[in-house]
């Protein structure tokens, strides 16, 4: 299993799995939450099939609820939860992401990780059809750390985002062992960990020490974190990180 979605709405988190193109697994709560295999179709209209299974993350629009998914050969699809037939989108690079959200006051618009690029993309569908294709939202041609406008900004193997209700964006920056946040005004700025310092230290945001997070996820209160080196869930509330 990979980085999961979760529709708030009806409170389903779909899982990817790498088993064959079309898997993943779903969880309901009105079954106890029961794992249930679950395989969407491929786009008849579309006879570029990936070539292998690789997605790494889902994430629900909340606009049209739908589930978008990313293969690591570029292929980003829409599934509908309810008959799980899908829809091509578009094609992009090839490279693993391992994070996708979207902005609440931006339905039409994909954000997703391309982690050996060390950056932050972004799908425009708001754009005619025909010029759907990534772009480069965060990050530069290097992995580093370095907070500031989006331009300026560098990160190391990016991997699972999640966007909170003011819009405000939370990447989990593996290799830097931190915490990033992409404000409303897109500026990026480090809010846990100190960069290229791993360790296990819990405690307020100046002290607080990650190794490698991986994933990352948010309510009304908290940031939680999946600290992939330690083996551990944190969490840090969301005040702290203002």
């Not at 999961?4 to 389903?12: F, K, M, R, V």
């Not at 990817?16 to 106890?32: C, K, R, W």
């Amino acid at each position: 299993p990979n980085s999961p979605a979760c529709d708030l709405n009806t409170g389903i988190v779909s899982v990817p799995t790498e088993a064959y193109t079309g898997s993943f697994i779903e969880f309901n709560p009105i079954e106890m939450w029961a794992p249930r295999n679950r395989q969407f179709t491929w786009d008849p209209n579309n006879s570029d099939v990936p070539p292998n299974p690789w997605k790494h993350s889902m994430v629900v629009n909340p606009t049209d609820g739908k589930i978008y998914t990313r293969f690591y050969h570029g292929h980003i699809v829409k599934i509908d939860p309810v008959t799980y037939e899908s829809e091509f989108v578009c094609k992009t690079g090839n490279f693993d992401t391992y994070g996708m959200c979207f902005r609440p006051d931006e339905p039409n618009v994909l954000y997703f990780t391309g982690c050996e690029y060390h950056r932050i993309y972004k799908l425009d569908m708001n754009k005619p059809r025909e010029e759907w294709k990534e772009e480069v939202f965060a990050g530069g041609a290097t992995s580093g750390s370095r907070d500031g406008a989006l331009s300026e900004a560098l990160f190391n193997r990016p991997a699972q985002m999640c966007c909170d209700a003011e819009g405000n964006i939370y990447v989990a920056d593996e290799y830097n062992h931190c915490i990033r946040k992409i404000s409303t005004d897109n500026i990026v700025e480090t809010v846990l960990g100190t960069p290229g310092t791993p360790g296990y230290q819990d405690g307020d945001v100046e002290t607080a020490l990650l190794k490698r997070p991986r994933g990352v996820t948010v309510d009304d209160k908290y940031l939680y974190i999946a600290d992939y080196g330690n083996a551990r869930i944190r969490k840090v509330t969301l005040e702290a990180l203002k």
